[in-house]
């Protein structure tokens, strides 16, 4: 038998020594992405706003300064145009809390009363509710662009009317008073 007299380790050799250290990830690549992103999207973003917000503003906003329809456009369009227009008549002359309230909410608003009396307000809430079933219903396949070409020539000389008023009167005075 042999004798096998008890070693130590051998390590490897050559022996290399201690592997050197990673160093983390340098942040500065990370913080130069992060600032290129905030320097060029907030533009971007305000650009696309830009362009694509003027042409639905220019739909809707038809009938704020001239008061008549276009015949490229349809007679709902015209109608939700008109609708939108005495809306924004609204929010100048009672604020922007007027913006965010339904047509029952401004039917139930004692300043409207105010500035256009009884009738006005029934009729402009009349109005805004036929807009809004108009709006919000599904769209049909039969719909019948000459009986809404006859709602617009009905509505549109009286919404102008009353949104020339809303105009014209000073918040808080009653229309009717100035008549006496």
Not at 9 to 27: A, C, H, K, Q
Request: glycine share 8%.
């Amino acid at each position: 038998m042999n004798q096998v007299s008890p070693g130590g380790l051998v390590p490897p050799r050559p022996n290399l020594g201690p592997e050197p250290w990673r160093e983390p990830g340098s942040i500065t690549g990370v913080l130069l992405v992060v600032g290129i992103l905030t320097v060029l999207v907030p533009p971007a973003v305000f650009l696309l706003r830009r362009q694509f917000g003027a042409a639905a503003q220019a739909k809707r906003s038809k009938f704020v300064a001239g008061g008549s329809s276009r015949a490229e456009h349809s007679p709902q369009d015209n109608l939700v145009a008109l609708s939108d227009s005495i809306r924004t008549a609204l929010i100048l002359k009672l604020g922007m809390a007027c913006r965010a309230k339904t047509t029952e909410e401004l039917s139930a608003d004692a300043r409207l009363e105010q500035l256009l009396g009884d009738q006005g307000r029934s009729e402009l809430i009349r109005f805004l509710d036929r807009i809004d079933r108009l709006k919000f219903a599904l769209p049909r396949a039969d719909r019948n662009d000459e009986a809404l070409q006859q709602m617009l020539s009905e509505w549109e000389p009286r919404i102008v009317a009353l949104r020339e008023r809303i105009q014209t009167n000073a918040p808080g005075r009653d229309h009717d008073s100035r008549r006496r």
